[in-house]
């Protein structure tokens, strides 16, 4: 597993990816013109993510961060349920808060912090710190929700970038269409193998980078996958992600439950991580073959997630 981490290195990458230049100048114009503002404000590009342009502002002493994103229907993105959720999670305590949005924009509060690479999630107290930061969001989140609620079911996410990249097939990397028939069979059969679940209000995106450090305690950012989920789904990611070991997976589920991991427990979160790993190679499948408003060679986060979709599934095979 230790070779494996080099993955971290994409992370990186990651860091430094920004908006289409043309579009991030249509989107700082759209920016100054916000009603928010209390004097003129200059808007300037904030790198990472890899779905959105964003934003930093100052005004009248404080700093906020700019969403900029249509909806994107055939990822599952719809922008008023980011803000309905990014909403919820601040009223539950784990998000920044919303101070404005309208159809593709959100305004929020800058968290002076950190976002976290995969090694930085690992440290034994973050890593505790992130397991009961999603038993919060998991816990309360859905209280605060102002609409009937939403679904990311993970499967059925999966089933659909799959049906759409066997549309484009032709598009599609050799690579990456190899995979397909395969990811189909195995998307099912773990999810019979997860079984019953207990549904929560799930952030659905659980990448290092949406981890802020402000130095007291974590944030959770970027909540466009939010939804109805089960609640697997977020630990798995995050542990798909970070690429954790089996100390750490015993860390993160014993965290978040407050009770001792079970053998079964292990085996459905391993079923769980396999679910995002194809999640993720997916999305970013799909990502190189449509019209995305980010700088970024996706093939270079294509390669990452499919080769560790097959030493994952090796792995859980192995079991």
Partial sequence: MAESREADGVFELLKGAQGAEKLSAAAIERAKGLPVWSAAVQPSVLSGGLSNINLTVEDAG????????????????????????????HAAGVAP????????????????????????????????????LLRQLHREAHKHLESPG???????HNRWYIRLLNERLEQVDARWRALLPEMATVNEALEATIG??????????????????DGTRLWLVDWEYAGFNMDLFDLAGLGMNIECVAAEVDLLLESYG??????????????????????????SFLAEVTTRPIDFDYSVYSTMNAERYQRMYAEYKAM
């Fill in 62 to 89: 404080r700093r906020y961060v700019i969403r900029v994103g249509a909806d994107e229907p055939h990822l599952g993105v719809f922008r008023e349920n980011e803000a309905k959720a990014y909403r919820a999670a």
């Fill in 97 to 132: 808060e919303v101070i404005y949005d309208e159809p593709g924009l959100i305004v929020m509060r800058f968290v002076e912090g950190k976002a976290l690479l995969p090694a930085e999630l690992r440290e034994p107290d973050r890593l505790r710190q992130a397991a009961r």
């Fill in 150 to 156: 939403f679904m990311f079911w993970s499967a059925q």
């Fill in 196 to 213: 019953e679940v207990r549904m929560v209000f799930s952030h659905g995106d659980t990448l290092p980078q949406n981890f802020i450090d």
């Fill in 258 to 283: 407050e009770a001792p991991v079970t053998d079964a427990l292990r085996r459905r979160f391993a079923a769980a991580k396999i679910l995002a790993c194809i999640r993720e190679s997916t999305w």
